[in-house]
């Protein structure tokens, strides 16, 4: 059995808390907090503790999906991207930048939202907000 123990940072929101991903044979087993980490200073909050738990979920998304009638149909990548593509361009087309619409999540990373306001601002619209804005 190969373990390892892969300094990283809480996947759960965008602060940056510090901690040790444990594996074993390339699957996630547990966590360990990171003492002297800046931003954490060895500790995490309760939904950070507990976010790992989703990787293995069983009700979690591993591919894109696509609704066909009352039913959702796997698709690739590339399909799903072309779809939101294409959809994104119409809408900006026939209404008019404005009619589109960005929201951010605070579980991203500030690089993450960083390009996706830059890609809102691309399509020629500032309409974007952000969960973490009250």
């Known amino acids: 059995m190969q373990r390892a123990s892969i300094a990283s940072i809480c996947p759960y929101c965008g602060v940056g808390c510090g901690l040790y991903i444990n594996t074993a044979d390339g699957k996630i087993t547990g966590l360990d907090y990171m003492t002297g980490h800046p931003v954490s200073e060895g500790a995490l909050c309760p939904k950070g503790n507990a976010s790992l738990d989703i990787v293995y979920h069983h009700d979690r998304l591993l591919y894109p999906v696509q609704r066909e009638g009352d039913c959702f149909e796997r698709v690739t ?6 779809t939101v593509s294409a959809r994104l361009s119409h809408i900006r087309a026939h209404s008019g930048p404005d009619a589109l619409g960005f929201l951010a999540s605070a579980k991203a990373t500030n690089e993450e939202n960083y390009l996706f306001q830059k890609l809102a601002r ?13």
Do not use: K, Y
């Open 77 to 82: 990548w590339t399909e799903a991207l072309n």
């Open 122 to 134: 691309m399509l020629g619209t500032n309409n974007i907000d952000h969960c973490a804005r009250l």
